[in-house]
């Protein structure tokens, strides 16, 4: 290998495990969240083949579980542990300088990779631990049967202090998005995949029917994947014909396309620079190097976005990546655009240059809704499994790609085993994020009243059966609104047969939620 800056950062090991317990009834006998986070992170620091690096670890990063998430969380218990990467340091036998607790969101694990690499290369880190973990299958599990598991209690709840939090820490929703549902993924994301079907002229049934086609591909992935969740090919039909197995979510989604959250699974990665890799004896093959990267939200406010078919920020972050990095999308090998819907990742398409049907594939785990959607933490899997298909393919390139909220936060990555050439240095976000939240986006009446029309929609159900149908509408002076229909069975089994974007109608205020009715 040529000679490389030794500030370069580079990814050295990664570990990854799937607790399976809870799904097989053995609710006591699995580990806890710190447990987890210290297997992962044990398995990435064996994998770097290392000497002593567990004593060279300066830095510790985890991710925010999901239940300590902001906003209602349902029964799940808050801040069971009260410094998660204090805990793990304990646990592991470290004595980190630093100790860091991220921000909710799925972008986090790639956000984290980036800053890291940053700071390795600026001389502010030489090793850094980033691990997560989500626990809601076991957590649910015992909540269900009335187990008390005894998590959070004893010196891993309470290390004694708090950890340093970093990241964007704001909400995702406006009062007014909580109050029509909008704090729910799987009532947004619906909304994100009715204005792409708008946009590519199809039918709602011809689209429920492109839908099995484009994920049935990421069941088969997930199908080869020892850690997946859902180790399960599924074809097309099964996966976009509704069933007892398969309901409706949130219109136009059945439950197969949805990210599975109720998942124990945790993921580590070690980083460091190249000098220090060497002073710890790691081999040349284990390093991975970040050749490229961005970091960006779209306009914050689901509510306020440009439209509801495309993403800025995606568009933004590809774009300088691929720059930082000197590649195009066709030079990739490996692909992984976060999975949580289809909007997801029909958007990621569209914004990156990749097409729908891209035979290199659009996932190297399977996807959250078959490999499992560990929280906040899913990324982490997919980059620790990018690491090792390109050790195991010297010389190619891999894209991975985070979205966090409701494509608010964005995050990608690309790498390869290459070494990057010079001083490793990326952009400041801040320098493209001002452009992005500058861009013309419709005003948004809280209480609108008078003719309207359908920009996207959504019917929310749930094992009950229907519940209500979410419009996003537009009144006749261009302004946008957030409304309820009326939940009858007669409108909301119309909404879900029929064409309903740019149906015309009304809109009146309400003192908890609007009401949008059709004409």
Same mark, same amino acid.
Not at 106 to 125: H, S, Y
Not at 415 to 436: N, V
């Given at each position: 290998?040529?000679?490389?800056?030794?500030?370069?950062?580079?990814?050295?090991?990664?570990?990854?495990?799937?607790?399976?317990?809870?799904?097989?009834?053995?609710?006591?006998?699995?580990?806890?969240?710190?447990?987890?986070?210290?297997?992962?992170?044990?398995?990435?620091? *064996?994998?770097?083949?290392?000497?002593?690096?567990?004593?060279?670890?300066?830095?510790?990063?985890?991710?925010?579980?999901?239940?300590?998430?902001?906003?209602?969380?349902?029964?799940?218990?808050?801040?069971?542990?009260?410094?998660?990467?204090?805990?793990?340091?304990?646990?592991?036998?470290?004595?980190?300088? =630093?100790?860091?607790?991220?921000?909710?969101?799925?972008?986090?694990?790639?956000?984290?990779?980036?800053?890291?690499?940053?700071?390795?290369?600026?001389?502010?880190?030489?090793?850094? /631990? $980033?691990?997560?973990?989500?626990?809601?299958?076991?957590?649910?599990?015992?909540?269900?049967?009335?187990?008390? $598991?005894?998590?959070?209690?004893?010196?891993?709840?309470?290390?004694?202090?708090?950890?340093?939090?970093?990241?964007?820490?704001?909400?995702?929703?406006?009062?007014?998005?909580?109050?029509?549902?909008?704090?729910?993924?799987?009532?947004?994301?619906?909304?994100?995949?009715?204005?792409?079907?708008?946009?590519?002229?199809?039918?709602?049934?011809?689209?429920?029917?492109?839908?099995?086609?484009?994920?049935?591909?990421?069941?088969?992935?997930?199908?080869?994947?020892?850690?997946?969740?859902?180790?399960?090919? =599924?074809?097309?039909?099964?996966?976009?014909?509704?069933?007892?197995?398969?309901?409706?979510?949130?219109?136009?989604?059945?439950?197969? $396309?949805?990210?599975?959250?109720?998942?124990?699974?945790?993921?580590?990665?070690?980083?460091?620079?190249?000098?220090?890799?060497?002073?710890?004896?790691?081999? %040349?093959?284990?390093?991975?190097?970040?050749?490229?990267?961005?970091?960006?939200?779209?306009?914050?406010?689901?509510?306020? =976005?440009?439209?509801?078919?495309?993403?800025?920020?995606?568009?933004?972050?590809?774009?300088?990546?691929?720059?930082?990095?000197?590649?195009?999308?066709?030079?990739?090998?490996?692909?992984? /655009?976060?999975?949580?819907?289809?909007?997801?990742?029909?958007?990621?398409?569209?914004?990156?240059?990749?097409?729908?049907?891209?035979?290199?594939?659009?996932?190297?785990?399977?996807?959250?809704?078959?490999?499992?959607?560990?929280?906040?933490?899913?990324?982490?899997?997919?980059?620790?499994?990018?690491?090792?298909?390109?050790?195991?393919?010297?010389?190619?390139?891999?894209?991975?790609?985070?979205?966090?909220?409701?494509?608010?936060?964005?995050?990608?990555?690309?790498?390869?085993?290459?070494?990057?050439?010079? *001083?490793?240095?990326?952009?400041?976000?801040?320098?493209?994020?001002?452009?992005?939240?500058?861009?013309?986006?419709?005003?948004?009446?809280?209480?609108?009243?008078?003719?309207?029309?359908?920009?996207?929609?959504?019917?929310?159900?749930?094992?009950?059966?229907? =519940?209500?149908?979410?419009?996003?509408?537009?009144?006749?002076?261009?302004?946008?609104? $957030?409304?309820?229909?009326?939940?009858?069975?007669?409108?909301?089994?119309?909404?879900?047969?029929? %064409?309903?974007?740019?149906?015309?109608?009304?809109?009146?205020?309400?003192?908890?939620?609007?009401?949008?009715?059709?004409?």
């Amino acid at each position: 290998m040529t000679e490389i800056h030794p500030r370069t950062p580079i990814l050295v090991g990664g570990g990854q495990f799937t607790q399976k317990t809870a799904r097989e009834g053995k609710i006591k006998e699995g580990l806890d969240p710190i447990a987890m986070l210290a297997e992962v992170s044990r398995r990435a620091i *064996a994998d770097s083949g290392a000497k002593n690096l567990t004593a060279a670890i300066d830095t510790i990063s985890v991710v925010r579980f999901t239940a300590d998430s902001p906003g209602d969380q349902g029964r799940l218990p808050k801040r069971m542990f009260r410094n998660p990467p204090h805990s793990l340091a304990n646990k592991i036998g470290a004595k980190p300088r =630093r100790m860091l607790l991220s921000a909710t969101g799925g972008n986090t694990p790639q956000w984290l990779v980036n800053r890291t690499a940053e700071e390795i290369a600026n001389g502010e880190c030489d090793v850094a /631990l $980033l691990a997560g973990a989500e626990y809601i299958a076991s957590m649910l599990g015992a909540m269900k049967q009335s187990v008390d $598991l005894g998590w959070g209690k004893g010196a891993d709840g309470d290390p004694g202090d708090d950890p340093t939090e970093i990241g964007e820490q704001r909400a995702g929703t406006t009062d007014s998005e909580r109050r029509h549902g909008l704090q729910f993924p799987v009532n947004v994301y619906p909304l994100f995949e009715n204005g792409l079907r708008g946009m590519k002229h199809r039918s709602p049934a011809e689209h429920l029917e492109w839908l099995g086609k484009f994920f049935s591909p990421f069941t088969k992935v997930a199908s080869e994947n020892p850690y997946s969740w859902f180790p399960t090919y =599924r074809p097309p039909a099964e996966i976009s014909t509704p069933s007892e197995k398969n309901r409706f979510v949130g219109f136009p989604y059945t439950k197969y $396309l949805n990210a599975v959250i109720e998942v124990d699974m945790a993921a580590a990665v070690v980083m460091t620079s190249v000098a220090k890799a060497r002073e710890l004896g790691i081999p %040349e093959s284990k390093w991975v190097f970040l050749h490229g990267c961005g970091d960006a939200s779209d306009i914050w406010n689901v509510t306020e =976005r440009v439209n509801f078919y495309s993403s800025p920020a995606i568009r933004t972050i590809g774009r300088t990546a691929f720059a930082m990095a000197d590649i195009g999308s066709g030079d990739l090998s490996f692909i992984d /655009l976060y999975s949580c819907f289809p909007s997801a990742v029909e958007i990621g398409c569209l914004e990156l240059g990749l097409a729908t049907d891209d035979p290199r594939g659009l996932t190297i785990t399977g996807g959250l809704p078959y490999f499992g959607g560990p929280g906040n933490n899913y990324v982490m899997h997919s980059i620790v499994q990018m690491a090792e298909k390109l050790r195991a393919a010297p010389g190619k390139y891999g894209l991975c790609t985070g979205n966090g909220w409701y494509v608010t936060k964005h995050s990608a990555g690309i790498y390869s085993t290459l070494p990057t050439q010079g *001083a490793w240095k990326r952009e400041d976000p801040k320098t493209y994020q001002k452009d992005i939240d500058a861009m013309a986006h419709p005003e948004v009446v809280e209480k609108p009243d008078g003719a309207a029309s359908v920009e996207t929609y959504t019917v929310v159900l749930d094992r009950r059966g229907k =519940r209500f149908g979410i419009v996003v509408g537009r009144l006749e002076d261009g302004k946008r609104f $957030l409304a309820h229909t009326p939940d009858d069975d007669a409108t909301l089994d119309w909404m879900m047969r029929e %064409e309903i974007l740019g149906k015309r109608g009304s809109v009146t205020p309400g003192e908890v939620t609007n009401l949008f009715k059709f004409s």
